[in-house]
Structure formats: structure tokens, C-alpha cells
């Protein structure tokens, strides 16, 4: 059975900051477990998905996975015992699943057999996660210590299992390990500067908002560190492909049969499937980040009305549009508001890490604190409130001041981050996509949006839908510059349409500055 672990938040008239470890979360090691994943079943029941696993790239290479797969017996999974059992099988299954469907050099399959789909399902329902390939499984519950007596850092972690068989892909996977190694730190201190909203502690709600933003720093500095080891053209066509799910995915328009699970519709055709594939944007820690600092998201192209009285330290604003929000959007011609891509793919994280993101919703409100403690924000709505003394204790002193700058750097901080990110985003995904289909994957061919006559040096100039392309090339001796514009829309992991989706997501966060 699942485990539960909804612990009540609140009792009588006192306030609680939840325990982290009720959400199997680790005060030291946030959402990564705080002793290394298993690399092993225990139980030898469990062995042909082992073996397998450890013949995997080989089956890939030679192209008999698929008839492996099939040989399989269906394994129960009332043999697995604890949590770690559940993460390794859920490791195991997704890589073999979609090591199935995606294939190396065979056409996609759009079924997947009861021997997989099964045991999958119903792993995945323990965990309280969509039996997709995710975040949690390729990075959190994906890692071991090189040397286990030296402790938790990026030069001392390997990786368990991977598609390709490249350094590059390990490496993809453990920076992103090493950033959520962060999410002790920070969620420590993000509990810590919400217990400090509710005592009205200002100085701990200070010196908390000071390190959250020294670790933003930090997860920023290992994020930069992708490029060193991780080269963009085997991430693009080597990896990214078996990350895909089967939700908006032209490869496979009706998504996936899970054989054995599902069954026929009344018509007596077989049952689809469909959800969103892996994504570093399923890091519950990035979005404990937002949901405390109130950085709230919308759907691609809406936006709040920037006149919204949001009524002082209140519960509006924590993280996401909350059922009261909705009057707040603003889009030609929507006129029901969509969930907001972060909030989709919180199928994609499992139960309790999940639960804790809702539960932080409802008790994180710092912004709001600062603002009714300091009196300050040009963007709130002020013309009701009271201006005595008593409701402006801390305007224009050293104290508001710091709080101030604290949660502004904050998110100057979480900008940082994802214009860094962007970055990324940029040099493995939009120039890779630009450059044309790998012939040895069958991943679709993605037409280069400028003239395909054009050689020379390209180089690309903005990172928005509007690609400018500048290319040099020498004619007669002449050195001519050709300047090309192009739209192109290039999707994300959920089909967001990615450059507006990223730019938007770095507007948003500057748009909670306080003023
Ligand atoms: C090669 C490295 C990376 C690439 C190519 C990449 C690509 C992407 C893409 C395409 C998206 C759009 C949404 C989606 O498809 O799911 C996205 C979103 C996101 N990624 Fe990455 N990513 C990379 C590394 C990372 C790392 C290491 C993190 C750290 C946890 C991260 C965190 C996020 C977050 C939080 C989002 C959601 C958007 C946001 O909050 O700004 N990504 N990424």
C-alpha cells in the first residue's frame, strides 16, 4: 500500500512548519534520498529485470531489446519491500520501457507489453507517479558515491543507468543530481523564514532569505558546469529522444498502449495513454523555490492584470494561480484559464514530494509578510489601506530595508538561474534542432528554418520564436553579412512552445520584485 503521508499542518491555535521528513524529504539532502539509491534488487526474484538491465545497451545496440522484452516473465511487485525497492524497479522499468517504445534504429512502437506495462503500473501507483519516465527517476533515484566515505558532491557521483552510454548523458544527469543535492539547504531555510512570518521574527527571516539566495547562487554555479562535460549534439540525439513521453508527441499522436493494463474501449480498440515525458522542470525543488517566494506562473502568452489589488498578507499569492486567481487572467480570446505547464507535470513527481509542494502553497507567504510588515510595494493596491504608525512599523528603517533587499535578491537570484538556463537551452536544443536529424536516430527530421543554401558562419542572435540568423560568407573576395528572420517553434518536453514559455517563466520571477 501507498504510504501517507499527509501530516496535518496546523493544530488549534498554534502553527506548525511541517517536518521535511514527512514528505520523504532530507534535511540534508532535500528531495534526494540521504543514503545512495540501490543498485540492486535484493531479491532474486526480481533477477531477469536486473539482468536485463545490466545487457541493456548491448540489446539496444544489437537491436533485440524488443525481442527480450517479450521473453520476460511478468514479475509481481508484492515482492518489493520498502520505498528504495519501489524507486529501483521504477528506475529499472522506465529505462526499459522507453528504451521499447523509442527503440535505437527500429520504428517507434506505440505498444508496450504486459510483461513492462503491468509491473509499471503498478509500481507507479505505489510511488503516486505516472508510469512515465520522470525527473525523480533519472536523477534522484539515479546515482551512486564513487567513494562512500567521501560525502555528497559532484566529483564524487556516478550514475546508475543510461540510455547511451556516454559520459555526456551521466553528466547531464548529475549536475542536475548535484543541484537538487542542494534542496537540503535550501529547504531547510525556506521552513525556517516561513515559522520566522508566522513569529515575526525579522532577523532569522533575514539572515534565512540570505541563504536561500547564497544557495540559488550556488545551484546556479553547478549549472553552468553542464557545458563542460555534456556536449549539446549527443544530448540532443543521443538522450533526449528516450526522455520523450507520449503526450503531444507527433511520433506517437494517440500515445501509448499499455498492454495488459487497459483493455479496449467500448469500440473494442485498444485504450491510449498519455503523459508528458522527463523534465528537469519536474525538480520539486525548483518549484518549493517559487511556491516560497510567491513566484507565480501562468499559462504560455496570459498574464495577470498588473492592477489586481491582492489584499495585504493574504493567502493569494502562493506560487500558483489559486481558484480565486483565475478572474486575474488576461488573453485574447481565452476565456478559460489553462493550468500552467509547472502545475501539469506535477503528475510527474511522485506523491509525497508532490504533497509537500501543495502543503508549502498553503502556509508559504513571505512576500505578502514583507509587504504588510514594511508597507512597502508600489504594485499592490494601497489606496485602502491604513497609513498610521501602527501599520507601518517598519517603513524606511534599516530593517525593511534588509528584508527587502533579502527577498529581491532572492529573485534576482532565480533569474539568474533560468537565464542561465535559457542559455542551455539555447546551445542544446535550438541549435541542435537547427542543425537537421541525426540519421542514426529515428527521431523526427526538424526542417532548418532559414535557407538551407546559406553556409558559413552562423551564428544565432536571439534566443526568442524570432530566430535572427546572421551568416558571413566570402564572395569574390567580399567578406557579405546576409541577415535572415525566421519564425520557428520549438517544443518543449510537454509540447510548451519553448523559447516564449522559458522567457516568460524569467519575466514572472522578476515580476514579484518588491519596489
Ligand atoms: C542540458 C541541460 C538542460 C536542458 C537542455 C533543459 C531543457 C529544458 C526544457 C526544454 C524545458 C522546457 C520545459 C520542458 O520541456 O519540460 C526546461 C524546463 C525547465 N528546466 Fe531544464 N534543461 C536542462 C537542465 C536543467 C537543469 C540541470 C535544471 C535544474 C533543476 C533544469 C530545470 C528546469 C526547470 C525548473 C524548468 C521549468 C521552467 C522554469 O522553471 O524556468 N533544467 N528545461
Redesign the pocket.
Known amino acids: 500500500m501507498a504510504p501517507n503521508h499527509s501530516a496535518p499542518l496546523f493544530s488549534e491555535n498554534t502553527f506548525n512548519v511541517p517536518r521535511l521528513e514527512d514528505y520523504d524529504i532530507s534535511p540534508s539532502t532535500g528531495f534526494l534520498p540521504s543514503i545512495p539509491p540501490l543498485e540492486c534488487l535484493p531479491d532474486s526474484y526480481y533477477e531477469p529485470w536486473e539482468t536485463l538491465i545490466s545487457m541493456f545497451h548491448n540489446l539496444m545496440l544489437a537491436g533485440r531489446l524488443r525481442e527480450y522484452v517479450k521473453r520476460l516473465p511478468i514479475l509481481k511487485t508484492d515482492r518489493l519491500k520498502t520505498p528504495e525497492e519501489y524507486r529501483r524497479a521504477f528506475l529499472v522499468l522506465s529505462f526499459i520501457a522507453h528504451g521499447y517504445v523509442w527503440g535505437k534504429y527500429e520504428t517507434v512502437s506505440d505498444r508496450l507489453p504486459a510483461n513492462i506495462a503491468i509491473p509499471w503500473v503498478e509500481v507507479s501507483k505505489y510511488l503516486d507517479v505516472a508510469p512515465i519516465i520522470n525527473?525523480a527517476a533519472v536523477?534522484t533515484w539515479n546515482w551512486s558515491l564513487l567513494f562512500s566515505d567521501e560525502p555528497f558532491k559532484l566529483n564524487n557521483l556516478a550514475t546508475l543507468i543510461t540510455f547511451s552510454n556516454t559520459l555526456d548523458e551521466s553528466w547531464?544527469y548529475l549536475?542536475?543530481t548535484a543541484?537538487?543535492g542542494f534542496g537540503g539547504r535550501a529547504l531547510t531555510s525556506i521552513m525556517a523564514a516561513i515559522q520566522a512570518t508566522y513569529d515575526g521574527n525579522n532577523e532569522i527571516l533575514i539572515n534565512e532569505l540570505r541563504n536561500i539566495s547564497s544557495t540559488i547562487f550556488d545551484?546556479n554555479k553547478?549549472?553552468q558546469k553542464?557545458f563542460k562535460k555534456?556536449d549539446?549534439y549527443v544530448?540532443?540525439w543521443k538522450v533526449?529522444p528516450y526522455l520523450s513521453g507520449w503526450e503531444n508527441e507527433d511520433r506517437l499522436p494517440k500515445g501509448l498502449i499499455y498492454e495488459g493494463v487497459d483493455g479496449n474501449d467500448e469500440n473494442g480498440n485498444p485504450i491510449y495513454r498519455r503523459y508528458?515525458g522527463g523534465?528537469?522542470?519536474?525538480?520539486a525543488?525548483?518549484?518549493a523555490l517559487?511556491i516560497a517566494l510567491s513566484v507565480k506562473?501562468y499559462p504560455t502568452g496570459i498574464k495577470p492584470h498588473t492592477n489586481s489589488s491582492c489584499p495585504r498578507y493574504t493567502s493569494c499569492s502562493n506560487g500558483y494561480p489559486q481558484p480565486h486567481d483565475i478572474h486575474q487572467y488576461v488573453s485574447n480570446g481565452h476565456t478559460e484559464p489553462q493550468q500552467p505547464?509547472?502545475h501539469r507535470?506535477r503528475q510527474n513527481i511522485p506523491g509525497p514530494h508532490r504533497r509537500f509542494l501543495e502543503d508549502l502553497a498553503k502556509i508559504a507567504d513571505i512576500r505578502n509578510y514583507i509587504i504588510s510588515t514594511t508597507n512597502y510595494d508600489s504594485s499592490v493596491n494601497t489606496s485602502s489601506s491604513d497609513e498610521s504608525e501602527d501599520t507601518c512599523l517598519l517603513r524606511e528603517t534599516d530593517e525593511a530595508d534588509d528584508l527587502i533587499k533579502a527577498y529581491n535578491e532572492c529573485l534576482n537570484q532565480m533569474k539568474d538561474?533560468?537565464k542561465t538556463?535559457l542559455n542551455?537551452?539555447n546551445?542544446?536544443?535550438i541549435k541542435q534542432a537547427r542543425r537537421g536529424g541525426d540519421p542514426h536516430f529515428n527521431a523526427k527530421e526538424v526542417t532548418p528554418p532559414v535557407d538551407k543554401d546559406l553556409v558559413g558562419n552562423n551564428e544565432i542572435t536571439a534566443v526568442s520564436n524570432e530566430i535572427i540568423m546572421t551568416t558571413t560568407k566570402s564572395v569574390n573576395n567580399e567578406i557579405i553579412t546576409t541577415t535572415t528572420k525566421s519564425i520557428e517553434i520549438i517544443?518543449?518536453?510537454?509540447g510548451?512552445n519553448?523559447i516564449p514559455?522559458?522567457e516568460q517563466?524569467?519575466d514572472e520571477?522578476l515580476a514579484q520584485k518588491i519596489q
Open positions: 525527473h536523477v547531464f549536475v542536475t543541484i537538487e545551484i553547478t549549472l553542464m555534456c549539446p544530448f540532443y533526449r508528458i523534465s528537469a522542470g519536474q525538480s525543488l525548483i518549484q517559487d506562473h505547464y509547472l507535470i538561474f533560468r538556463h542551455i537551452v546551445f542544446y536544443i517544443k518543449g518536453t510537454g510548451t519553448l514559455f522559458l517563466m524569467k520571477t
